[in-house]
């Protein structure tokens, strides 16, 4: 049977996402979108893209809920993107009505799907997701680690002229300027990355990528990065259509995991057919430890914030 994802925003990083599901032929892909005729035209464009990309994905574009009826993953892009000088944290009160009102709609259709949240404030918006839907904590994920560990492997790729393909790299945290690098866990063909840089170059990168997002939203001018985000959304997508049961670093509801409580925030979890099968505890260090607890008490911030917009 063919499964079904759909993509609610048909902005840069949702069409993106729904081109990258088409032509890796993962599934059938419904384009939402409040906006008439972007999602329509570019579902059309990707299907009329279909005969050269030799693929046979089904795509809709639509501005109701409908089609979207029975979906197994849903990944929710809706909202708004910053801009310079604006921080993830500043889109808090638009996406947490878009995100609630958007959540509400999808899974009164698809009640056993899975929803991964691209939206940001990332962190802060899986927990409006997890509030709306009243799903479980195994199928709300927020996409955020996948990305931010990308980014640190493309720049150690670029750094030791290797690969990216050789990298490994683990980043927990919230999808913020406290996420927590752990160069430790971050590897080429298996070797520390501690062992192959100096502790300058290796801060340098760290940083870079803690910064990852703003370095394209200065570059774009007109809004944030999506061809990354896009890919990182896809490939958790993947994991559950395959029930790959891949271990990757993702926003996940935390219930006393590495002695945080109520919390959405970025920790290696199992992603599989049922969503989140496991969240992986990796020794920390009292250093690592220390930046997750202050990233940690960042988001819960965002949360309380929540809490006061109603
Ligand atoms: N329902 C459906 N779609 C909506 C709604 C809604 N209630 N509100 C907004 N949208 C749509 C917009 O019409 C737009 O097409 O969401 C889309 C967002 O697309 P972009 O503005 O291109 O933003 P994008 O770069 O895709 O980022 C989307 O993902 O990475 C995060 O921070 C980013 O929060 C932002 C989100």
Do not use: W
């Not at 088409?22 to 409040?34: F, S, T, Y």
């Not at 893209?49 to 089904?58: C, G, L, Q, Y």
């Not at 959540?103 to 009164?108: D, K, P, S, W």
């Not at 799907?113 to 839907?133: F, K, Q, R, T, Y």
Request: glycine share 8%; charged share 20%; with cysteine.
């Amino acid at each position: 049977m063919r499964q079904k994802v759909t993509v609610v925003g048909a902005g840069n990083v949702g069409a993106t996402a729904a081109q990258r599901l088409a032509e890796k032929e993962l599934c059938d892909v419904v384009l939402v979108d409040i906006i008439e005729g972007v999602p329509q035209g570019k579902a059309l464009d990707l299907t009329e893209a279909a005969p050269i990309e030799k693929h046979d994905a089904h795509l809709t574009g639509t501005n109701s809920y409908e089609a979207s009826s029975g979906s197994d993953i849903i990944i929710i892009t809706a909202g708004i993107a910053r801009k310079p000088g604006m921080s993830r944290d500043d889109l808090i009160s638009t996406n947490a009505g878009i995100v609630k009102s958007v959540t509400r709609e999808v899974v009164a259709l698809s009640p056993d799907a899975i929803l991964i949240i691209v939206s940001n404030p990332l962190d802060a918006m899986c927990h409006v997701a997890l509030e709306a839907s009243g799903f479980p904590k195994n199928r709300v994920v927020g996409m955020a680690g996948v990305l931010d560990s990308a980014r640190f492997r493309a720049f150690i790729a670029m750094e030791l002229n290797v690969s990216v393909e050789n990298t490994h790299a683990f980043v927990l945290g919230g999808h913020g300027d406290t996420m927590v690098p752990l160069p430790r866990y971050s590897t080429v063909a298996g070797i520390p990355i501690t062992e192959l840089l100096s502790e300058d170059r290796i801060a340098a990168l760290v940083e870079r990528t803690a910064n990852g997002g703003a370095e394209i939203v200065s570059l774009l001018k007109t809004g944030s990065a999506y061809y990354a985000p896009a890919s990182a959304a896809v490939e958790m997508a993947e994991a559950i259509l395959k029930d790959k049961k891949k271990i990757l670093p993702c926003a996940a509801y935390l219930q006393g995991e590495y002695g945080i409580d109520d919390l959405f925030i970025g920790v290696p979890v199992k992603l599989g057919a049922d969503g989140i099968e496991q969240i992986i505890e990796i020794n920390l260090t009292a250093q690592e430890e220390a930046a997750l607890k202050k990233s940690a008490a960042s988001v819960a911030e965002l949360k309380k914030l929540l809490q006061t917009l109603g």
